[in-house]
């Protein structure tokens, strides 16, 4: 019995924070694959890779075609495989700001950042 599939892609790298999501659904008497992509956390854009229903056989060979070219430019599947990317990116962007304060002559104190 064919059934409903979908996989959500992810890309995070130096500097690409993407993801691409792709769908095999049933639509009237045949099948249909879509998709959308962008920016994780932003609006993504979406389009159809069928835009008249196939057979069941034709659109899932699409589908794990269309999976096997993105997984080929670099996106992995499920967020939890690339979770450890992203905090290991967000904690290479960290910087540490080192507050000193500095006493005038006239006595007024002032902080300066280095």
């Known amino acids: 019995m064919a059934t409903k599939e979908s996989i959500e892609l992810f890309m995070v790298t130096g500097k690409h924070n993407k993801t691409y999501v792709v769908e095999l659904y049933p ?5 249909n694959v ?3 992509y962008g920016r994780i ?3 993504l854009k979406h389009g159809t890779k069928t835009p008249n229903p196939l057979p069941y056989y034709t659109a899932k060979q ?3 075609n ?3 070219s993105k997984k080929a430019k ?3 599947a499920g967020m939890h495989k690339v979770q ?3 905090e290991k990116k967000q904690a290479a962007t960290k910087q540490t700001v080192t507050v000193v304060q500095i006493e005038e002559p006239r006595g007024r ?3 300066d950042a280095i």
């Open 27 to 31: 639509y009237g008497q045949g099948w």
């Open 34 to 36: 879509d998709f959308a």
């Open 41 to 43: 956390g932003s609006t």
């Open 62 to 64: 699409v589908y794990d």
């Open 66 to 68: 269309l999976v096997q």
């Open 74 to 76: 670099g996106y992995t």
């Open 84 to 86: 450890g990317v992203i």
């Open 109 to 111: 104190k002032f902080r």
